[in-house]
């Protein structure tokens, strides 16, 4: 194994850091031989409670159960709103650009006060109590964040759902939790095109018979159709309703938000956090791995839809009193400039982005970069996917001028914040690792057998005991929360990730090692393409596998096995990428779909995807032991069909 090249701390760095390596040395020693302790001093800095917790931390992991700060009681929103007002009411809670580069607007912590509230009423007063169910579709516009802080000030627990899933990811979704309730827009607009949300949300709420309120924010004015009754215009609603709204005090394990996540097997899981926690590790790991100093104008380029949207544009910058910059386009739109032209517009100090954008970006060239200023940035971020060192070094290199460190962020929607990360004024840096653990984050590899593997080598990716904010359940589902998480490895949390640790004991993650696909850092199950592939009448049987995608990191493979007496057809192929779409979203699209007359089966009739993964990447050399399949020759049959693609 070549030695990777190593990236000190730049030069002045640690001295104006929050966190410098003695720091971090110390602290984590502390977060690990005194966790309660440690943690009582984090909850106590970080937050505002209306009353102390009783005990810091309880945790099984056989049973998956986890509490923190149980007892104690506070309000989110007033932890990341009203407790600023007295010194930051003028100062910009949000900033918001919009699709196109002439469109943003500011908003102060005043200003969003005076938002959440009215919205907050407008829900009371539909009827919404604490612990019901809100469900939000929207694109990335500044009520999207009223939205999830209305709720959690009258103690609703809100379910985002992406804005480009489709009406039937939708229903899926308000069903499973039962919403009442939901916010979205009259239109998004992303990269110069709209997405119909209200129609989509339409088709939907036609299968939803229980909820009884849809709040419509009009973005585009675009014509929508109105059900009277349940159809309520969010600015004639907010106009009306009193500018304040006294918050709910929640206890700490309260429901905060559900967040649909994909796993191998079966439908989206509703990921649930809870308030104490979760607002804890968020605040503090953007404080400290941002280096986020008073006044810094911080920029994730996530989607609210996605937990980085929840954890790193919302909750964990406004419980900071900081400036949260939320871009309603797309990296490349109108031009591939378009990220630092903001940057240089706005005077960005912190960039957030994912791998994905980052190779795209890398694909237009240096010059769209190197024409802009960047000045303003002295910190660059990552999270997602593993990124390439290649990508790595050009986003150091060209973005940064070589000046500016990377954290690679490793975490989950299940960890709700950073798990292992760098901390820039701390942590030397390796292209491609996500370094070293957070604050209380106990790593381990596993091999097989669930042995723990001792310095350097590679297993599977499982943590040792419970940080503040973990999943606490799978909404209606503890056991399959068990099951997903806590089963394969007895005593773990088991990330589904494979990963490396080196001689300095730093991580490198290999990627999943189940069947959960990332496609430009959009998570989805293998299961779920599947399921909507087999729909299509004519379809007999399909497995879906990722393969190594330039810019994606992971393309969409299929193979399809078509019923007998149906003829394969490029307008087949489009019914079933149509399929796909309409089922799950358009990030859910295959890249290839390749007519199988046969899948690779065991005897007992289970799928070898190995195989199929091996085909997929051509990886034709060494495709294993294959004298377990039922029928060794369908391999042959597969690599030569692959020409059916
Ligand atoms: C999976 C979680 C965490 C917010 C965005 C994705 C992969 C995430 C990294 C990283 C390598 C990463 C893992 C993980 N992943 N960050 N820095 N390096 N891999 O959240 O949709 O819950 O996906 O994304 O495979 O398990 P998610």
Redesign the pocket.
Known sequence: MSASPTYPVPEGFAEQAHIDAAAYEALYQRSIAEPEAFWAEQADAFLTWDTRWDKVREFDFHKGSARWFAGGKLNVAYNCIDRHLARRGDQVAIIWEGDEPTDDRSITYRELHDAVCRLANVLRERGVKKGDRVCIYMPMIPEAAYAMLACARIGAVHSVVFGGFSPEALKDRILDCDCQVLITADEGVRGGKTIPLKHNADRALAACPDLHTCVVVKRTGGAVEWQEGRDVWYGEAVAAAAADCAPESMDAEDPLFILY??GSTGKPKGVLHTTGGYLLQTAMTHKYVFDYHDGDIYWCT?DVG???GHSYIVYGPLANGAITLMFEGVPTYPTASRCWDVVDKHGVQIFYT?PTAIRALMGAGDEPVTGTSRQSLKLLG??????NPEAWEWYYRVVGDSRCPIV????????GGHM??PLPGATALKPGS?TLPFFGVEPVLLDADGAEIEGPGSGNLAIKASWPSQIRTVYGDHQRLVDTYFSAFPGYYF???GARRDEDGYYW?T??VDD?L?VS???MGTAEVESALVLHEKVAEAAVVGYPHDIKGQGIYCYVTLMSGETPSDELKQELVGMCVREIGPIAKPDIIQWAPGLPKTRSGKIMRRILRKVAANELENLGDTSTLADPSVVDQLIDSRANR
Do not use: C, F, Y
Not at 382 to 387: A, Y
Not at 408 to 415: F, I, L, R, S, V
């Open positions: 996540t994909s996530a996605w937990v980085t994912a990552t999270v997602g996917e593993p990124i690679d962020t490793w975490w989950q929607t299940e960890t292992l990360t996500a990330t589904g990730d993650i990627g999943r959960v990332n850092g959009h998570r």
